[in-house]
């Protein structure tokens, strides 16, 4: 019982301190509630999130904004076609003079706690290939050796969804490494005339930090210890099996689907209910929570088949659909 309750102080005092960092963010990055929520649900999980969206909706901006609200030390790259993966990773140089020499090993940008992968579908296979390694182990190894990066360490990554002339689609094992995609949309009128008046002036809001990396390594041992109700937990099993057209529970996807999400994808929805259930106050998630994060969660682990874009169907509308008839909710778009 002890236990319990000095969980649930865990919890509310997190509560509280999201709020604050929340507050933070959306001085700099207006009216993208929902944007900002799903970007700290992916750092409070421990995952890394793809943000696509149109130029100029904000995306750097908001990945700035967060690594000076959540203590962490930034850094920024811009892919492009001629970047070289020691570009990103770093790469050893012989230095010293004629009687001792010795191979140094110069840090790439890669050594932080939150990358912004700023369009990263343009640069080659080979150069993002050497993120694999980093988002999923959290290491890289460069002439044999291992080495460690930040801790934490995040990839905030962004693709434009309309300009793929000169870019190189992400594989799908990489995608599956993103706990989130997170959809930039347009602002609406009243948002983008605050955006006007908030930026065009003589001075900007400025955002001020409200964690430190201890605070989210522990905040993401929190998060790993909320309770989730067994109805939570089928409704996440019933979801993702039936996205899935080779089985049982998908068949009626056989036609429209090539392939549906792998069990990354279940734990993902695992831990982004919690997440999003503390951002909102509560101490447990709910089945509306696996609803309202279906698409973040499973868009870009699942590909429409040939006939599925000739009927002109999305994979929003499937993962819509199959929410509905399975979880009785209609998915949040």
Same mark, same amino acid.
């Given at each position: 019982m002890a236990d319990t309750a000095a969980l649930v102080?865990?919890?509310?005092?997190?509560?509280?301190?999201?709020?604050?960092? *929340?507050?933070? &963010?959306?001085?700099?990055? &207006?009216?993208?509630?929902? =944007?900002?929520?799903? =970007?700290?649900?992916?750092?409070?999980?421990?995952?890394?999130?793809?943000?696509?969206?149109?130029?100029?909706?904000?995306?750097?901006r908001l990945v700035d904004t967060l690594g000076t609200v959540m203590g962490l030390k930034a850094n920024r790259i811009q892919f492009t076609p001629d970047l070289m993966p020691a570009?990103?990773?770093?790469?050893?140089?012989?230095?010293?003079?004629?009687? @001792?020499? @010795?191979?140094?090993?110069?840090?790439?940008?890669?050594?932080?706690?939150?990358?912004?992968?700023d369009e990263i579908n343009r640069?080659?296979?080979?150069?993002?290939?050497?993120?694999?390694?980093?988002?999923?182990?959290?290491? =890289?190894?460069?002439?044999?050796?291992?080495?460690?990066?930040? *801790?934490?360490?995040? =990839?905030?990554?962004? $693709?434009?969804? &309309?300009? $793929?002339?000169?870019?190189?689609?992400?594989?799908?094992? $990489?995608?599956?490494?993103?706990?989130?995609?997170?959809?930039?949309?347009?602002p609406?009128?009243?948002?983008?005339?605050? &955006?006007?008046?908030?930026?065009?002036?003589?001075?900007?809001?400025?955002?001020? $930090?409200v964690f430190t990396a201890e605070g989210l390594i522990k905040a993401q041992g929190v998060i790993r210890r909320m309770p989730v109700g067994d109805q939570v937990v089928e409704a996440i099993l019933d979801l993702v099996r039936a996205c899935r057209p080779g089985e049982a529970e998908g068949r009626d996807l056989a036609d429209s689907l090539s392939w549906g999400p792998g069990p990354r994808a279940a734990q993902a929805l695992m831990l982004t209910v919690r997440a999003r259930a503390l951002l909102d106050g509560r101490l447990a998630p709910s089945i509306s929570d696996v609803a309202d994060l279906a698409q973040a969660v499973l868009v870009h682990r699942m590909a429409l088949?040939?006939?599925?874009?000739?009927?002109g169907e999305t994979l929003s509308g499937i993962i819509s659909r199959v929410t509905g008839r399975v979880l009785g909710l209609e998915a949040a778009a």
């Open positions: 102080a865990e919890i509310e005092a997190l509560g509280a301190t999201l709020g604050e960092a *929340k507050a933070s &963010i959306n001085r700099r990055f &207006i009216g993208q509630e929902k =944007v900002v929520d799903l =970007v700290l649900a992916s750092m409070l999980c421990g995952g890394h999130a793809l943000l696509v969206g149109l130029p100029g909706l904000g995306k750097t570009d990103i990773l770093g790469s050893e140089v012989l230095d010293g003079d004629a009687t @001792a020499r @010795a191979f140094r090993f110069i840090e790439g940008p890669i050594f932080c706690q939150l990358l912004m992968a640069a080659s296979p080979r150069t993002q290939s050497a993120l694999l390694q980093a988002m999923q182990e959290k290491e =890289v190894t460069i002439a044999g050796q291992h080495r460690p990066l930040g *801790k934490p360490f995040h =990839v905030l990554a962004t $693709q434009n969804p &309309i300009e $793929q002339e000169g870019t190189y689609p992400l594989p799908e094992a $990489q995608l599956d490494r993103f706990l989130v995609q997170v959809d930039v949309e347009y609406t009128r009243a948002t983008e005339r605050d &955006i006007l008046i908030a930026t065009t002036g003589a001075e900007e809001a400025e955002a001020h $930090q088949s040939f006939a599925a874009r000739a009927r």
